[in-house]
T-cell receptor, first 112, second 111 residues
Framework: DAGVIQSPRHEVTEMGQEVTLRCKPI?????LFWYRQTMMRGLELLIY????????DSGMPEDRFSAKMPNASFSTLKIQPSEPRDSAVYFC??????????FGPGTRLTVT | KQEVTQIPAALSVPEGENLVLNCSFT??????LQWFRQDPGKGLTSLLL?????REQTSGRLNASLDKSSGRSTLYIAASQPGDSATYLC??????????FGAGTRLFVKA
């Protein structure tokens, strides 16, 4: 398996623009997580899905952030409108029944 | 509210030394604890997962222990190598898949 795949790997955008991050989990995994990592706040769980259903989105910082999982092999995290303080590395991870999580390589987002 | 603390924040050791990284958590009602490794500019790699009913897990030169009652976990690395240099994070599973991460310990192993 290719592991968790994220795209793009790097994104630079201007404040106010819409940003969409994409994730393909490991085949057969039924849970998917979106995390954000910054120097100031470390690694934060934004939202996680189980069997394509959002279970806990309490970590989503504000209404500008939204996440979807239309099927078992694809998820998106959207920021609209983006702000400079959204600059961070966004990780997607997937997990199976063992609760072990497997991380993707991350998307480095820079909002100018 | 569960809080996860890792001490020390950074550690530098000579090659070959055995070392211990510490992780503490405030609420002992955890489902599992996982140790990860993160290389600069990369994602996280899972090293060991300890279920709440277990006391320890071993993989090669790594051994992780869990003491739920005292809210502590340790990651023991034997015979450290320069390739072990990375940031090590512990993560506590608080229910289902919800996970709280510590800030990490940055390890540098000198050749």
């Amino acid at each position: 398996d290719a592991g968790v795949i994220q795209s793009p790997r790097h994104e630079v955008t201007e404040m106010g623009q819409e940003v969409t991050l994409r994730c393909k989990p490991i085949s057969g995994h039924n849970s998917l997580f979106w995390y954000r990592q910054t120097m100031m706040r470390g690694l934060e769980l934004l939202i996680y899905f189980n069997n394509n259903v959002p279970i806990d989105d309490s970590g989503m910082p504000e209404d500008r952030f939204s996440a979807k999982m239309p099927n078992a092999s694809f998820s998106t995290l959207k920021i609209q409108p983006s702000e400079p303080r959204d600059s961070a590395v966004y990780f997607c991870a997937s997990g199976g029944s063992s609760y072990e999580q497997y991380f993707g390589p991350g998307t480095r987002l820079t909002v100018t | 509210k569960q809080e996860v603390t890792q001490i020390p924040a950074a550690l530098s050791v000579p090659e070959g030394e055995n070392l211990v990284l510490n992780c503490s958590f405030t609420d002992s009602a955890i489902y599992n604890l996982q140790w990860f490794r993160q290389d600069p500019g990369k994602g996280l790699t899972s090293l060991l997962l300890i279920q709440s009913s277990q006391r320890e897990q071993t993989s090669g030169r790594l051994n992780a222990s869990l003491d739920k009652s005292s809210g502590r976990s340790t990651l023991y690395i034997a015979a450290s190598q320069p390739g072990d240099s990375a940031t090590y994070l512990c993560a506590v599973g608080t229910g289902g898949f919800k996970t709280i991460f510590g800030a990490g310990t940055r390890l540098f192993v000198k050749a």
